[in-house]
């Protein structure tokens, strides 16, 4: 539907028979290809790119009012509140939130972070180092406990500083009731971080007004799965967090003064932005965030929820093949998590790339605590991979959709899994030593 709008598309991949064949994407929740407007704005905006900030030439200043005025578009885009709300670019949402887990040391203190069994490890780790960490359960399928999360909040009083949870699942698909959560959070005097890195792409999200106890207190996401894949992460929170103590990151365009025993930083967010900052990025990241809007987030919504709902219609029946998701798709992005019986989740997902050119993920996308739960692994079971690094690891294969995949894509998929699930044995055993590219 929106194929045109992509770079790449129709780029052969060779298949272990040695013919080519057009790729087909489907692991878009890990990276997306670029809009080709992407690529039109960076080429537009290359002879005038310089160094901002810190130059007085033509270049220099318009690189400047491009990049600053990234920030407004980035608030725009998510309902944040320009007087109250600070933009930091960063590479990705992990160096994002691990900068937060940083900036957040003073006021979270001896408190505890809250957060939950389906996160990424990027919205885990950062917190288990710092802080006592406690982890909202989730059901049997795989769905936050919102009962959990509220029954925490009650049981430790106003002692929970922040709720950090995943606006939908990497896993999953799984949308969280972020704006319940948020009311919840701050009835307890805690606040909330949103990782929007699968959200952000695929669905609405408003920051709601400060004034608002749903309003969302920091939100973290990515440019590159937005189809702007060029190194730009975004951390939204309260101008008040960032003007206090020191950046993680010292050195150019962080300070404002320095003497021989003397540093006076710069206000933020040049503070949190050491070095000369990634422009580009930002061009693209602005881009891209109007190319979506054109197009419309609702629409993209609605017809990745067709391409999610068809294909778990159809992958159901398949035999042999066990799904990790409820068949819920309202409150869902488009991401599907399976596995085949009787065949490891990697060799799968070589059988898919090499016999139809279809590319998905295996393994346990950075998010082990909550595939395990899923799998229905015990903490115990885990020891023998503690022990031996080398074992082969329990995992999944996951399909993940963007604005531009097609249902005839879908159909080849579904064609290639009854295939595969049928004839276990011979893939097994051909992918065991699978060629090399």
């Known amino acids: 539907m929106y194929r ?3 770079v790449g598309l129709n780029t052969n991949v ?12 489907f692991d878009n929740a890990a990276t997306t290809p670029p809009f080709c407007s992407v690529l039109q704005s960076l080429n537009s905006f290359s002879p005038w790119y310089s160094s901002i900030h810190r130059g007085t030439g033509c270049k220099s200043v318009f690189s400047s009012e491009i990049y600053d005025n990234g920030r407004k578009i980035v608030l725009d885009f998510v309902k944040g509140d320009p007087n109250f709300h600070e933009v930091i670019f960063l590479k990705n949402a992990t160096e994002a939130i691990n900068k937060l887990s940083y900036r957040l040391k003073e006021k979270i203190g001896e408190g505890i972070v809250l957060t939950t069994y389906m996160e990424h490890h990027s919205n885990d780790l950062p917190w288990r180092d710092k802080y006592r960490v406690e982890y909202v359960k ?10 959990d999360l509220k029954a925490k909040l009650k049981k430790h009083g106003g002692k929970v500083k922040l709720v950090a949870v995943t606006g939908a699942s990497n896993v999953t698909g799984y949308i969280n009731p972020i704006h319940e959560i948020a009311r919840l959070a701050h009835s307890y005097g805690a606040e909330i971080l949103v990782d929007g890195a699968q959200l952000v792409p695929h669905s609405p999200i408003d920051m709601k007004p400060v004034s608002s106890k749903e309003h969302i207190d920091y939100l973290a996401f990515s440019a590159h799965k937005m189809y702007a894949p060029f190194g730009t992460g975004v951390l939204i929170g309260p101008k008040s967090i960032f003007m206090k103590g020191n950046p993680d990151y010292m050195g150019g365009g962080t300070a404002r003064i320095v003497t021989e025993d003397l540093v006076i930083w710069e206000d933020p967010p040049n503070k949190e932005e050491a070095g000369t900052p990634n422009v580009m990025g930002v061009v693209a990241l602005i881009n891209s965030i109007e190319t979506i809007k054109k197009i419309g987030m609702e629409n993209i919504e609605q017809y990745e929820k067709k391409l999610t709902y068809y294909t778990l219609n159809r992958i159901k029946d398949i035999p042999h ?10 409150n869902k992005v488009s991401i599907i998590s399976f596995n085949i019986d009787e065949m490891y989740h990697e060799t799968v997902a070589k059988a898919l790339s090499l016999e139809g050119g279809i590319a998905v993920r295996s393994g346990c996308f950075c998010a082990q605590p909550y595939v395990q739960k899923l799998l229905k692994i015990e903490p115990k079971d885990m020891e023998k991979y503690r022990d031996n690094l080398d074992l082969p690891r329990p995992g999944m294969v996951r399909l993940s959709f963007g604005l531009y995949n097609e249902f005839w894509e879908i159909n080849l ?6 295939h595969i699930a049928q004839n276990r044995e011979f893939y097994n055993n051909k992918y065991n030593n699978p060629p090399v590219y």
């Open 14 to 25: 060779s298949l272990s028979n040695g013919t080519k064949v057009p790729a087909i994407n």
């Open 4 to 6: 045109n709008l992509i």
């Open 413 to 418: 998929l579904i064609e290639l899994l009854k």
């Open 321 to 330: 093949i066990n799904l990790y998701c409820d068949m819920n798709i309202e």
């Open 138 to 147: 989730i059901d049997e399928h795989g769905r936050l406990l919102v009962d």
